[in-house]
């Protein structure tokens, strides 16, 4: 009798769902499957269907926006709950009550750098619809909580490993956690230390300003004073926390090295040159590899809304992707958007600082970090006008105080999806991105044929010509006034070229007033973009194809040109010289120039760092070398290399061949023919605390010497690898051509034909390994091979290989 009431249950429900659904399809389609999971929870409104594909994309069908991002929150806790909670608990201070005492000063940076405005009143001025849905999906992680508690679902192996429970979450958070951190203060430390050495012409090897910008010190600052350690907290924000112990073997530069690397290709291409007559959208986010994956890919429906690509853990909705009006990409745009200031310290009393001409007291927080294995840390943060202060030098009568555009009132950036995705054109789409704060290039592509790109983020207003490059005195000449509009970054709509590319470059069109608005002088080189670019221009009727080709493109211009710099060889070496002198260019796995070229170029770019990088101030220089600047020094060499500039070169040029002939031979084999690139260029994932036995059994690892990939960071499919060369890497067995990054989430959509839009989510859409979409994608990505991304109700019913229901805990069905 039970049974026979569960399955009329089960029906009625199920023929509720069909019919409350707008744009699923017909009641018919939707009785297609049985639901093969029902569950109750408490926070739904009205009954949500799930359907899933083969890959684990779940697709969403629910009656109301708010359902939609309560099912967004319920899944991404269902497939990354470790991951979930660990960036939670980071981003909100609370790691060391479950690491210990370790993690008490990256806590204790992440609450100093908490918002510390009125939460509840910057979250009533968002629209009501983003409210709404930011509840929701705060909520739906909730449900899921709930469901561990009552024992119904299982909590990962992490929390069971570490014996604790994941964090309730507040919807506030959302308005509370602001840290984006860039990495441009560490620059700005290292051009004062070269000025205190009279060298801040050195620091172009590294990073050469574009626009060109002469680098001039700010009245009033004291560059002898300036160590690493002003850095302080905001140095621990940006590093991460330490966990030493736990984590797996990495390079000892990995942040800065990942945040070197870190971009993104993105372009759109208008019908008027595409084979169908829609527009295209590529995008590839470029991040740091890992598992679980950075991307999370669902597609959220309802009246209002249909949505689907790849979100982040803990924001709620989709970062790129498209819903039924639009397709949008993203890529790192360059502002600058933090700077350090000097604080003048009271003699007397250290938390006294001089501004505007008098002795201001500092605003105090006291806070208690709880801790494992110990008594709580009582904690004081402080603040000045500038903002956090993230160190202080009592003995020296200073402190430094960060400003950061993500900080300031409004810059809501967790929940910046939400109106994204709501939006239905070109002027709704803009609006939505006035609350954005990070740094991103936007491309766009609806389904009237339009195409437009819009720089988007908080621009700083900076006062009395400082331009950001160096930390200035925070005496007030240089305070910031605020933040600038939206309309002050650049924007592009229907360009005439019928196309619009982005991949990090110094993109700012010719006529902006850089200098005025000062936006950035740090960009990325060049060589992603152009080649975009070439093939873009030569393809007047692109396909979708064609764009898949290019994310996997890895003709490299920079090695033809390195390679058409070798100068002749010994004999013993005219056989490797010759196999590279035949070589295409093209950065594949398979190829053995490819392994020559990139271990010749790594060598090279530490023989030349050597040769042009005083000894004096290596310490201040990270290498490697900026490649385009080392380029220009290959092609054009000059008195920086010595007398005979020329014969320097040439000699540096073949003993780097020799070195990377010898290392080669060693690694490889000796025969040449027989080198590959790929057995080199490695991908293997681990799970980041795998350095403790019991979940490095748990979550075994990903890819290995089997996993053999192309590309390098030069190359469209950009592949970055770590080539650090240093004594205590080698130490610790790190692998200096393994591969640390690049695209792990891929999409190209056929603007209006939605469902010939392709996709690919590396490693897979779980955290888990007993799901079956661990590592699902490896192989496929390996391959290049793009996946459909279904979106009608048809592609959709025809995909799903399971059918969940979800439905309101304790209403009648």
Sequence with gaps: MRHSSLLNRRHVLLGGVAAGLAGFGTRAQARKKAPSHMVGLEGLNAPVEVLEDQWGVPHVRAASVPDAFFTNGYLIARDRLWQLDFEYRRALGRLAEVYGPECVESDTASRLFLFRGDAHAEFAALPPIVQACARAYAAGINAYLDRINSGEEKLPAEFNIFSYKPLEWDVLDLVRIRAEATGNTKAEIRRAQLAAHDALAYDALIQPLRPAHTLTVPDGLDVQAVTEQDLGLFG????????SGLHAVSSPS??????????SNAWVIAPTRTAAGRPILANDPHLSFGSPGPRHVIHLTAPGLDVIGGGAPGMPGVMQGHNAHFAFGRTNFHIDQEDLFILRTHPDHPDRYFHNGRWVEMEHEEISIAVRGGPAQNVTLRYAAQGPVVSADTARNRA?????????PGANGMLANIGINLANDWNSFRKALKLHTSPTNFTYADTAGNIGWQAAGGLPERRNGYDGLLPAPGDGRYDWKGLQPLDALPNSFNPARGWFGTSNELNLPADYPYEERCVSYEWKDPYRHNRVAEVLQASPHATVA????????????????VVQQLPEVPASLQAEAALLRRWDGRVEATSAAAALYEVWWTRLNSLFYQALVPENLRVLLPQPLNASVLLDILQKPDSRLGTTPEAE???????????AVEELRDRLGPVAATWQWGRLHTVQLRHPLCAVNAVAEAFLPIGGETARSG?????VMARWYNSDLSETARA????PYAVTGGASYLMVCDVGAWD????????????SPDSGHYADVLYLWLKGAMQPLSFSANAVQAAARHHDVLYPKGKTL
């Design 236 to 243: 621990v924000l940006q590093d991460g926390p330490p966990l």
């Design 254 to 263: 990995e942040g800065d090295h990942r945040r070197a690397n870190e971009g």
């Design 400 to 408: 430094v105080a960060v400003s950061a555009t993500w900080l300031y």
């Design 546 to 561: 064609d764009s898949v080709a290019l994310q996997h493109d890895t003709l490299s211009h920079l090695a033809l040109s």
């Design 649 to 659: 070169r040439d000699a540096l040029l073949v003993r780097a061949f020799q070195q």
């Design 711 to 715: 590309g390098d960071p030069y190359t």
């Design 732 to 735: 610790q067995g790190y692998n």
């Design 756 to 767: 010939n839009s392709l996709f690919l989510n590396f490693p897979g859409q779980s955290a």
